[in-house]
């Protein structure tokens, strides 16, 4: 086995690598340009690059970047896939490669997307009102506040594991990350309607699926659990199909719902409705998650992200040290990192193959 590259230093390298390992692949590539720019003004945009016939009634989907900064690690995990392994796909098989479903965050290093939106609480139903967090909007101004001192820092934080101790980790976590539609300065703010990626999967999806009879999605996250170690997580409950299905490809998939993963229970999980962008077949989606630092030191790095874009300058003098602070929690710089996190991600492609 080849030794798998270190990650990309920035989302250009990222794509350039992604994309001359799928023309290399004999990949048939599309590329949807996103409206924004990056920090040092480069395009953006989602690239798919396409393996197997455009008919076959079987789909593998690998998308990375959901989380724009988690996709250092899934742009290297395809890129590595694409390069070296492709001898292991069934010919039978169509194989997807998203690169960067949310590509600006991934090029400002952010977990969100350009209007601060967190894509995984953006696939609520939007006909409906949203879904309250009234526990969030009590400490909104804790979580997220206005000033970024080492005071405001200290005292915050200090504030934050107080409510651990009261309320337990449990409902901290669920507090804070489960999700919030009433502060779009805050960290896991879910928008106020569908974002970009969303209407682009929608779309993509509409069009080019509609003769899969099957469809497996590994959609590729990072920032929980325990270090290199990819738990892969469902999004539905026991029990359901979709996530029997899972169950009966990986044998170790975990719920959120059944409260045995390392995520908390969200809203918005876009493949919690994966089943309706493909409503001709059966759907069978599943997260993997590479752990990387503590949940601290993670949730601090996306408060000060979210300090940053919200009330500070993400283009000043300390747009840097945050920035490398993020990604410092999300994507581990260290070779050993991502050379754990290969055969895990290998493992699970493969049994997506069925080989
Ligand atoms: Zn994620």
Same mark, same amino acid.
């Given at each position: 086995m080849s030794e798998i590259a270190p990650l990309s230093p920035t989302y250009s390298v990222a794509r350039a690598a992604f994309l001359t390992a799928a023309t290399a692949a004999g990949a048939s590539i599309t590329t949807f340009d996103h409206p924004l720019r990056g920090p040092h003004d480069e395009a953006l945009g989602i690239d798919v690059a396409e393996l197997g016939r455009? +008919?076959?009634?079987a789909v593998v989907l690998v998308v990375s970047a959901t989380h724009g900064v988690e996709g250092y690690c899934g742009s290297a995990l395809q890129t590595h896939w694409l390069t !070296? !392994?492709?001898?292991? *796909?069934?010919?039978d098989i169509r194989v997807v490669n998203i690169h960067a479903l949310n590509p600006y965050g991934m090029a400002w290093v952010r *977990?969100?997307?350009? $209007?601060?939106?967190?894509l995984n609480r953006?696939?609520? $139903? =939007?006909s409906q009102p949203v879904p309250s967090n009234t526990d969030y909007d009590g400490i909104a101004d804790i979580v997220g506040p206005a000033e970024w001192s080492s005071e405001s820092q200290q005292r915050t934080l200090e504030a934050l594991l107080a409510l651990v101790g009261e309320w337990g980790f449990q409902k901290m976590q669920s507090v804070v990350?489960?999700?919030?539609?009433? !502060?779009?300065?805050?960290?896991f703010y879910g928008g106020a309607g569908p974002v970009w990626s969303h209407h682009w999967l929608r779309d993509w999806c509409t069009a080019?699926?509609?003769?899969?009879?099957r469809v497996v999605i590994i959609d590729i996250h990072t920032g929980?659990?325990? =270090?290199g170690h990819g738990e892969l997580i469902g999004? #539905?409950? #026991?029990?359901?199909p979709m996530f029997e299905r899972a169950r009966a490809l990986w044998p170790d998939a975990t719920s959120v719902l059944a409260g045995d993963s390392v995520s908390a229970v969200t809203a918005g999980d876009w493949l919690n409705i994966a089943d309706e962008l493909a409503p001709h077949a059966e759907v069978t989606p599943i997260c993997i998650e590479f752990g990387t630092v503590d949940g601290v030191t993670v949730l601090q790095s996306l408060r000060a992200d979210a300090w940053l874009h919200g009330h500070g300058d993400?283009?000043? #003098?300390?747009?840097p040290a945050i920035r490398a602070q993020v990604r410092s929690a999300f994507? $581990? +710089?260290?070779p050993a990192w991502i050379a754990t996190c290969w055969p895990r991600f290998y493992d699970v492609l493969s049994a997506a193959f069925g080989t």
């Open positions: 455009v +008919d076959s009634p !070296h !392994h492709l001898s292991g *796909r069934p010919a *977990r969100v997307n350009e $209007d601060n939106v967190d953006n696939f609520v $139903d =939007w990350s489960g999700g919030q539609y009433s !502060h779009p300065k805050g960290v080019n699926l509609s003769s899969a009879e929980l659990g325990p =270090w999004s #539905t409950e #026991t029990g359901e993400p283009t000043g #003098t300390d747009a994507a $581990d +710089d260290d």
